[in-house]
Nanobody
Framework: QVQLQESGPGLVKPSQTLSLTCTVS??????????FTWIRQPPGKGMEWMGA?????????SPSLNLKRRTSISRDTSKNHFTLQLSSVTPEDTAVYYC????????????WGQGTQVTVSS
């Protein structure tokens, strides 16, 4: 069974870069079965798909211009983890951030991390 675990700071100051890592166990991030995905949920709002990386290393980002221009996803296959960087954060980026193993560029995901709260505040 694939397990995912997010890690990173819980508090980020405005204008800084949010950096999170998702460590995968029980499966490889080079598996063709899944798109390894970052998703967030701001308080009181629905899930927001942010981006994904495939087995071949192709990266897809949210079509939202606000997110697309600030988001970077990468991976380290030797550590079996993938990362999210979100630059120039504002308090509107406060959310629970999840990594997941999904069935495409969708929110249909077989495995989820537990989620990590990130608050943007000075």
């Amino acid at each position: 069974q694939v397990q995912l675990q997010e890690s990173g700071p819980g508090l980020v100051k405005p204008s800084q870069t949010l950096s999170l890592t998702c460590t995968v166990s029980g499966g490889s991030i080079t598996s063709s079965l899944y798109y390894f995905t970052w998703i967030r949920q701001p308080p009181g709002k629905g899930m927001e798909w942010m981006g994904a990386i495939t087995d071949s290393g192709s990266i897809y980002y949210s079509p939202s211009l606000n997110l697309k221009r600030r988001t970077s996803i990468s991976r380290d296959t030797s550590k079996n983890h993938f990362t999210l960087q979100l630059s120039s954060v504002t308090p509107e980026d406060t959310a629970v951030y999840y990594c997941a193993a999904c069935n495409g560029l969708v929110l249909e995901c077989d495995y989820w991390g537990q989620g990590t709260q990130v608050t943007v505040s000075s």
